[in-house]
């Protein structure tokens, strides 16, 4: 929708719109002409083909289609024949042979501090393998203090064995 005053767009002109009659004259017009060109053997191998591969070819003698493919052998652009032209830009992946494959497959380049982390999580990976296996410093100073805790605990159990039977024995004597 237009803004502003008068029908005009924002930098003040006036909008014009094909009606779709003005566009199917149009698109019959050239039509009409390329036929007429077809014909008279003026029509380029180029646009031949465009119509070829459009489908909107309605000329189907088999004078003009010898006609044409004359013109497309004739007529050759530059040195496109001569020179087979390949775009440098364009990246070509390549399938690797099956033999090449295992030879040219390398570690990926990583950056130091990739190689750091990766370092560091194996380190930490085989520390704590050691430590489960309690071949650490810390491990053994760990299961020092859950020996030191379970006798403690194994010596409060029995007091309180001993409290109970005692209470018993006082209440079974009264």
């Not at 990739?114 to 100073?141: D, F, P, V």
């Not at 760990?142 to 030191?148: I, K, M, V």
Request: hydrophobic fraction near 20%.
């Amino acid at each position: 929708m237009p803004r502003g005053r008068g029908g005009k767009s924002h930098k003040g002109k006036t909008r014009h719109f094909t009606s779709p009659e003005e566009l199917e004259a149009h698109k019959k017009k050239t039509e009409r002409e390329k036929q007429w060109r077809e014909q008279k053997g003026e029509l380029s191998s180029s646009d031949s083909e465009d119509e070829g591969a459009t489908g909107k070819n309605k000329v189907s003698s088999s004078e003009s289609e010898e006609s044409s493919s004359e013109n497309e052998q004739t007529k050759v652009k530059g040195i496109e024949h001569l020179i087979e032209v390949e775009n440098p830009n364009r990246a070509v992946k390549k399938k690797p042979l099956k033999s090449e494959s295992y030879v040219t497959e390398e570690a990926p380049q990583l950056s130091r501090r990739e190689r750091e982390e990766i370092e560091h999580q194996k380190a930490k990976a085989n520390y704590m393998k050691l430590h489960a296996a309690g071949k650490t410093q810390e491990a053994q100073s760990d299961l020092a203090r859950l020996a030191l805790i379970r006798k403690q605990r194994e010596e409060a159990a029995k007091k309180r064995d001993e409290a109970r039977k005692v209470k018993e024995s006082t209440k079974a004597g009264k």
